[in-house]
């Protein structure tokens, strides 16, 4: 069973410029999140689907990030105009199913890592 | 803000011995309690969760939970060099996951 698939890997931005991340969740799986990781951080959740409907955005940043999932399956997040903040790596993970989080059992992507210079 | 706190580390423990890796949270209404291994580079996997207080044991891995003390803690026996990695702790309680920044664990050959 192929994994949560995300791309570009890497990506280098001079602030104020923007950059947009995709991500692919395993086939099946309903829930989609959105994790922004920040070197010696643990995830913050961005942003969390069911099937292409938000379930949770309170932590994302909404004047510079935005989040779409339009037909339920792959995900875009988008960051316009990027800070120095900013660099981190954006792991994208799904679930099988809404309650899976309280299970835990999210299955994450390699992530894409974000420098801003 | 629900917190979850880790020791960031480095925790090194010679090859064998045991690995006690702890963590507290500040939210009471947490329910779920979940043990991620990330190593450096690469995502985080699940490793262990944890709903009642107690221990649950699977394989060389045992977590505790004490919900009175809002505690929660990993131990890794006959620890291997291939468990070096960051163990992060995370909660939840109807509310998506909330994750600690991670210890950083040195299994020394």
């Known amino acids: 069973e192929a994994g949560v698939a995300q791309s570009p890997r890497y990506k280098i931005i001079e602030k104020r410029q923007s950059v947009a991340f995709w991500c692919n969740p395993i086939s099946g799986h309903a829930t989609l999140y959105w994790y922004q990781q920040i070197l010696g951080q643990g995830p913050k959740l961005l942003i969390q689907f069911q099937n292409n409907g938000v379930v949770d955005d309170s932590q994302l940043p909404k004047d510079r990030f935005s989040a779409e999932r339009l037909k339920g399956v792959d995900s875009t997040l988008k960051i316009q105009p990027a800070k120095l903040e900013d660099s981190a790596v954006y792991l994208c993970?799904?679930?099988?199913?809404?309650?899976?989080?309280?299970?835990?059992?999210?299955?994450f992507g390699e992530g894409s890592r974000l420098t801003v210079l | 803000q629900k917190e979850v706190e880790q020791n960031s580390g480095p925790l090194s423990v010679p090859e064998g011995a045991i690995a006690s890796l702890n963590c507290t949270y500040s939210?009471?209404?947490?329910?779920?309690f979940f043990w991620y291994r990330q190593y450096s580079g690469k995502s985080p996997e699940l490793i262990m969760f944890?709903?009642?207080?107690g221990d649950k044991e699977d394989g060389r891995f045992t977590a505790q939970l004490n919900k009175a003390s809002q505690y929660v803690s990993l131990l890794i026996r006959d620890s291997q060099p291939s468990d070096s990695a960051t163990y992060l702790c995370?909660?939840?309680?109807?509310?998506?996951?909330?994750f600690g920044k991670g210890t950083r664990l040195s299994v020394i050959a």
């Open positions: 944890i709903y009642s207080n």
């Open positions: 995370a909660v939840n309680g109807n509310t998506p996951l909330v």
């Open positions: 993970a799904s679930s099988h199913r809404l309650a899976d989080t309280n299970t835990g059992e999210l299955f």
């Open positions: 939210d009471r209404g947490s329910q779920s």
